[in-house]
């Protein structure tokens, strides 16, 4: 056989070094950079790939693949989508470091996303009695509820704390206190990502004080991975839930008003929220449907529910 017209010169290439600035980066970007640099030349150099290869594959120069790989290039998204396909890898792996075991999570991933909701919850039950996975200390006792804004986690919650005779946690509430300012500012001075930070660190201090508690969570919980794991590992789950106009009509008997300005568009608004969390929500151990009942109703159906 033909050798390839690079072969020759592609492991040498790919792992001769790009310049690397010998002191850490000075500024945050710069690091960033540095990092997508350092996993363009890993992931070249563990394809063989010579970096003239690479510009054929993908259209971008020579030139400015050994710029990215010093750390240099602030690449356009197009442009990394191109080198990444090139590469024939998601553009994420090029911007964050990836865990080693990839190929298994990939493998799990793919044979989970062919289970119904329903299935899945089943397969982690297997898999934990399988692998001998005691549940985390308390988890029995320790019930979070999770839903969208308006489902009834806060009076459904307290109600059922009084009746187990247990503490009853509002996780937003603990997050302002973690804070030491209120919601509204904490977005405002933190952002996004620090209200993440904020609410996982209350979390933690919540699952830390011992067994026995009711968490009404916020309707966002599910937004990250990693605190909506630790949230379905150490408390039991129930998605209190109801029919999108059933939320709309409490958020507004509670005097929440505003939707009403632009009521079709809020709607709109609301379906779409609870379209894109509503396979993160059925993950939880149990689902109380609360459309057409009284709040009493509710209360007693959850408390059977946990029995
Ligand atoms: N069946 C029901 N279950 C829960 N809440 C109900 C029910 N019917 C009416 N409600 C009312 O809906 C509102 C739910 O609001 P809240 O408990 O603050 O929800 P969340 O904390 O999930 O945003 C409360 O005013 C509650 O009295
Ligand atoms: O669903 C949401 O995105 C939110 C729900 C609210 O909590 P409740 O669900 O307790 O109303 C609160 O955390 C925040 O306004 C965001
Ligand atoms: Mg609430």
């Not at 350092?38 to 510009?55: Q, Y």
């Not at 197009?78 to 990444?84: H, P, T, V, W």
């Not at 709109?268 to 894109?276: P, Q």
Request: charged share 30%; aromatic share 4%; glycine share 8%.
């Amino acid at each position: 056989m033909a050798p390839r017209p690079d072969e020759g010169e592609r492991f040498l290439d790919a792992l001769k070094a790009s310049p690397r600035p010998g002191a850490p980066p000075a500024s945050d970007d710069a690091a960033f950079l540095h990092g997508v640099g350092e996993r363009l030349r890993l992931l070249r150099a563990r394809r063989g790939m010579t970096r003239r290869i690479l510009s054929r594959q993908s259209g971008v120069s020579e030139r400015y693949i050994a710029q990215m790989e010093a750390g240099g290039g602030n690449v356009s998204i197009l442009l990394l989508r191109a080198i990444a396909r090139a590469l024939g890898v998601p553009a994420t792996d090029l911007l964050a470091d990836q865990p080693e075991h990839a190929a298994d999570t990939a493998l799990l991933d793919d044979l989970l996303a062919r289970l119904t909701p329903d299935q899945r919850r089943e397969a982690r039950a297997l898999l934990a009695r399988h692998f001998g996975a005691q549940p985390h200390p308390g988890r029995a006792t320790r019930i979070a509820l999770i839903g969208l804004r308006g489902a009834g986690k806060s009076s459904l919650g307290r109600r059922l704390a009084e009746q187990r005779r247990v503490p009853f946690y509002e996780l937003d509430r603990e997050i302002e206190r973690e804070a030491g300012t209120e919601l509204r500012e904490i977005f405002e001075l933190h952002g996004q990502g620090g209200f993440r930070r904020l609410e996982r660190a209350a979390l933690e201090r919540l699952l830390a004080t011992g067994s026995g508690a009711v968490i009404a969570t916020g309707g966002s919980i599910v937004a990250d991975a990693a605190t909506f794991a630790l949230l379905l590992s150490h408390c039991r789950t129930v998605w209190v839930r109801a029919a999108p106009e059933e939320h709309m009509q409490r958020v507004l008997d509670q005097g929440d008003l505003r939707p009403m300005q632009d009521n079709r568009q809020a709607m709109k608004d609301l379906r779409a929220i609870l379209a894109s969390r509503e396979s993160l929500y059925a993950r939880a151990d149990h689902i109380l449907d609360t459309s057409g009942q009284t709040l009493d109703e509710s209360v007693n159906a959850l408390v059977t529910l946990l029995k």
